[in-house]
C-alpha cells in the first residue's frame, strides 16, 4: 500500500464536528493509523487534528487518473475545456510543491464535474489499493 504521510489534503468543508475548525483548510497528512480508518493532519500553523480518512479530501493519484477520466468523462458529460483544466490541475500537483498542489486541489473544488471526477477522500484511497491487492491476489494451494 502506498504511503500517504506527506499527502496534501482538505478537511471537508461541511464538517460538522471539528475540534480545531479547519474545515475547508489544508494540511498535509502526518501519520495515518489504518486500523482506526483516521489520519493526523499537520496544518501551515503547525496545529495537528486527527480526522476520519473519509473527512480528508484529495486529488486522485496521477497513476490512476487515465482509467478514471475514461469512464467519468462520458458519465459527466464532461466538455474538452474541462479536461484541459483537469490536466493544468495535474501540472500543479505534480509539481511535488505544497502550495501548487493545494491550489490544484481547491481549483478543483470549485468545480462541479471536476470535482467528482477527480476529487476522493483518503478512505476512497485505501480502499481503491486494497480492492486492487485483492484483484493481484490469485488463489492457490497452502502448504
Known amino acids: 500500500m502506498e504511503n500517504l504521510v506527506g499527502t496534501t489534503v482538505m478537511i471537508h468543508p461541511e464538517l460538522t464536528s471539528d475540534p480545531i475548525h479547519m474545515q475547508g ?23 495537528l ?26 458519465e459527466l458529460d464532461m466538455d ?10 495535474y ?4 509539481s511535488g510543491k505544497a502550495s501548487l498542489q493545494q491550489e490544484a486541489l ?3 473544488m470549485t468545480h462541479d464535474k471536476i470535482s467528482k471526477a477527480i476529487v476522493f477522500s ?6 481503491y489499493q486494497i480492492e486492487r491487492l485483492d ?8 502448504i
Not at 80 to 89: C, G, H, N, T, W
Not at 122 to 127: F, H, N, R, S
Open 91 to 94: 501540472q500543479l500537483h505534480t
Open 25 to 47: 483548510r489544508f494540511g498535509a497528512i502526518n501519520h495515518v493509523l489504518y486500523e482506526d480508518w483516521s489520519s493526523y493532519v499537520l496544518f501551515q500553523n503547525q496545529m
Open 122 to 127: 483518503v478512505q476512497d484511497w485505501i480502499d
Open 80 to 89: 474538452p475545456s474541462e479536461v484541459v483544466d483537469i490536466l493544468e490541475m
Open 106 to 108: 481547491d481549483w478543483a
Open 49 to 74: 487534528g486527527l480526522y476520519t480518512n473519509d473527512a480528508l479530501l484529495m486529488l486522485v493519484p496521477p497513476e490512476i487518473l487515465v482509467e478514471k477520466l475514461r469512464k467519468d468523462i462520458y
Open 135 to 142: 484483484r493481484q491476489q490469485r488463489p492457490g494451494m497452502g
